[in-house]
């Protein structure tokens, strides 16, 4: 009997940093491993409405690495265009999409609200790409996988997770075809598909897991040119902190809901605890950004903070963290001076309640406005990044007189190195690794830091390559 070789194909996150998608074909089946929105630039997410290159029917598996909308942001999409097979990811990640995926249903429906109100679309009326019902019909074909616990799906297929640090729940899989009585000649195949790599000693997230010995990696390259910036994150919040606080101050600090706020929260009771500062009321004002700490709570085992050392309670929601989810709480923190710190979303400015706050604060001198993390390009927190006097907030003129400062070094993906040092624990050489989530500048540097430095053979898919891993020598 003849068995054809596996194949993988690069469906999205090829030379960009979304949309990504995989599809291993194995033993006659179809196994995917995430399947994630475009976001950014229109061209690119127009391809979140592209009528898929399979059959979503035909896929049996889908593998999730972890819950960031790039990565799981189409789940409901391809449910709605047949696939019924199961959905494997970890636990933290099954908790975590529930609120992800909700969101993202709810958004879709406000931005075809919006375009059809504007008559921005040829569709009339626009459509989202998929509403409420479809985010349920998803989450009822979810599985749970621990970290660490090898599963079989069939015979000739099994997969395991391991930690990638980067967010809760993050996992790198290891998917094994072939083997005894299954594949070529009883031939195995290994490929591990890295997910998104965090940090080495970063804020609440482990340390990822170094890649294990295998045929075939795939692996993320955000920041295949760049290193991170040394200077600790500690340091620089205790700064800004402290000199707000002394003038009388807020603290206004825009946050993505999930795994920033978090980590911000982290930061400053570490501030508290190590005795470094006076405890100081934080406020965490997001519906979502709250749900997103209760689970953050509910797996201690999956980040830095350990529930047994402080009596069962979690420091994410201490004695000095206030959590608010209702608008007449938030609307009360209007009232509130410093010193006191208010974090909330979304973390680009580009929408909730962090608007209000901004026209409420920034015309104060006192105050400061700490950004946190990447600010895209036409952004209002860009605009104020680079020192606009006057911005527009819900229609409104806004002086800005509170000051603006930048918390560097809180990235969530490994840099040049850290990847480097990802790959550390190989001996044998893969047959290839596969450079994909980068920008085509960082995919290619990465490629080629890896080709001299480990002597390993390389590759930087294009979208839509397909290769057949037996022939790949
Ligand atoms: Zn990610």
Redesign the pocket.
Known sequence: MTFAMPRLSFLGAARTVTGSQYLLEANGTLLMVDCGLYQGEKALRLRNWAEPEFDPARVRWLILT?T?L??VGRVPRLVKQGFRGCIFCTPPTRALAELMLKDSAHLQKEDAGYFNRKGYTKHKPALPLYDEQDVEDALGLFEETPLGEERELTKGVRFVFRDAG??LG?ASAEIIVGGDGAGVNGREWRIVFSG?IGRFDAVLAKDPEPAPDADFIVMESTYGSREHDETSVLDQLEAVLKSTFSRGGVLLVPAFAVSRAQQMIFLMEELVTTGRMRPFPIHLDSPMAVDATLIYSRFPDHHRVSLRSIGGGSVLYGKWVHLHKSRKESEALNEIRGPAVIVSSSGMLAGGRILHHCRVRLPHAENTLLITGYQAATTLGRALLDGARRVRIHKQEVAVRAAVDELRGMS?HADSSELLRWLARIEAPPRCVFITHGEEESAFALAERIRKERGFKTHVPSIGESVELGTSE
Do not use: E, K, P, V
Request: aromatic share 0%; charged share 20%.
């Open positions: 972890h960031h790039d990565h980067h967010i993050a998104d969530g």
